[in-house]
């Protein structure tokens, strides 16, 4: 059983900085494609930075370009989202996602909410 557990969300001033983490298990690192996604209130579900195995490149949204990063651990089947600079405009319900084969570019699968399995989501809340 696939299972993906986001953690690490919280209340951050305008500036600082938060790292979510996302525990997978119920699948290998090797042929995978995983990311996040969040959706703010009143809003779609967009895509922030993912990655596709095959295609070997990292996807980030225009609007976290330069300050939000993506870090994998093929050991620990972890996933990392560090993000800097934070922006009340980043306060969203954060979720991990990932599919458990590769068969599409990162750009797709988050354009697309295109992962088959989602975690609950971790609230990261930016006061200005």
């Known amino acids: 059983e696939v299972q993906l557990q986001a953690s690490g969300g919280g209340l951050v001033q305008t500036g600082g900085s938060l790292t979510l983490s996302c525990a997978a298990s119920g699948f290998t690192f090797d042929n995978y494609a995983i990311g996040w996604f969040r959706q703010a209130p009143g809003k779609e579900r967009e895509g922030v930075s993912c990655f596709s195995s095959n295609a070997g490149s990292i996807y980030y949204a225009d609007s976290v370009k330069g300050r939000f990063t993506i870090s994998i651990n093929n050991y620990r089947n972890m996933v990392y989202l560090h993000m800097n600079n934070l922006k009340p405009e980043d306060t969203a319900d954060y979720y991990c996602?990932?599919?458990?084969?590769?068969?599409?570019?990162?750009?797709?699968?988050?354009?697309?909410?295109?992962?088959?399995?989602w975690g609950k989501g971790t609230q990261v809340t930016v006061s200005s």
């Open positions: 996602a990932a599919n458990i084969v590769s068969a599409a570019t990162s750009s797709w699968y988050c354009n697309n909410n295109g992962m088959d399995y």
